[in-house]
């Protein structure tokens, strides 16, 4: 499609929260239908976008959308399968953290956190598995 389409900015945040990463967001229906209601709205009405481009282009969120969402829930059967595990992390002050890994909690989006000896430290900053 040649016809720019604006970023989704405030009205496209969900109640979830803020991601820092930008695909996480197409988890969410709404920005979904906000980004095409946005290439409806600017598209140039002179060379309209062909309805087989338009749906190849919805197909191809819908994808993204799937293998964001698939992504999460690997992340998360990773984690769970953690527990009971001694791992070694950064913790949230930088210094590394060592212990057992006693519980794992989901966010949606974020990754997800495990409770390692009393300490909540997120799956990718783990940096050992014994």
Do not use: C, H, W
């Amino acid at each position: 499609m040649t016809s720019a389409i604006p970023a989704v900015g405030g009205s496209g945040t969900t109640s979830q929260g803020s991601s820092t990463n930008p695909l996480s967001q197409l988890d969410n229906s709404q920005t979904f239908l906000d980004l095409l209601v946005a290439q409806l709205k600017y598209q140039d009405p002179l060379n309209p976008v062909s309805g087989t481009q338009f749906m190849a282009e919805t197909a191809q969120l819908t994808q993204v959308q799937s293998m964001v969402q698939l992504s999460q829930e690997m992340a998360g059967t990773q984690a769970a399968g953690l527990i009971g595990k001694t791992v070694t992390a950064t913790g949230p002050n930088g210094a590394p953290v060592t212990g057992t890994v006693a519980s794992v909690t989901l966010n949606g989006s974020q990754t997800p956190l495990l409770d390692v000896g009393g300490v909540s430290v997120a799956l990718s900053s783990v940096t050992q598995v014994s």
